[in-house]
């Protein structure tokens, strides 16, 4: 049986990370914030100009997925933490559209189910990595915006305790789960 790919997507600071342990704990195989890992290794190599350039950190950000994509084990279902959409939305949400590179690219993958993981209450700017808030909700609107522009249907998940985010979460996937 094949294994399937879902998507945790939304806002910055909202709790992917954290509802993406608890799923790896279960047995799933997570691929983790590609962004993070980019931008680490942006920051090691030296060329830190490239995380003031949209379009380049996007196209680093969408190349690194991608390859981090096609590396999934066939047979195991997987938690992505942002999919290649997500990108769009960052690249839009700089007032900017995505080329054809972008677009051919993210046309070669697709999901099995796109979670939308919403505000949490108790939200606080340390969350952050590096935005506000306000740039955290438009960000939440604009990938939903996207997933749904490219034919995803959306699940949102609420701020309820981790818990029950992920049980939210794991009602919305059909058995038999494909765990490592």
């Not at 709790?15 to 290794?41: H, M, N, Q």
Request: charged share 30%.
């Amino acid at each position: 049986m094949k294994g399937r790919k879902f998507v945790l997507t939304g806002g910055i600071g909202f709790g992917k990370s954290t509802i993406l342990t608890e799923l790896k704990k279960i047995g799933f195989y997570i691929v983790p914030s590609v962004a993070d890992i980019v931008c680490r290794e942006i920051k090691k190599s030296g060329k830190k100009e490239i995380l003031k350039d949209t379009n380049r950190l996007s196209k680093a950000i969408l190349e690194k997925q991608h390859e981090l994509e096609v590396k999934i084990p066939p047979h195991i279902d997987t938690f992505c933490e942002r999919g290649l959409l997500d990108s769009i939305a960052f690249i839009k949400q700089q007032g900017l559209e995505p080329d054809e590179e972008i677009l051919r690219l993210v046309n070669k993958h697709s999901y099995d189910k796109i979670f939308v993981i919403g505000e949490i209450a108790n939200y606080s700017d340390k969350n952050m990595k590096f935005r506000s808030i306000n740039n955290s909700r438009e960000i939440l609107k604009l990938t939903s915006q996207i997933y749904r522009h490219f034919g995803y249907s959306t699940v949102f998940i609420e701020d309820v305790d981790i818990k029950e985010r992920v049980s939210m979460i794991l009602d919305n996937i059909p058995k038999p789960w494909r765990l490592l």
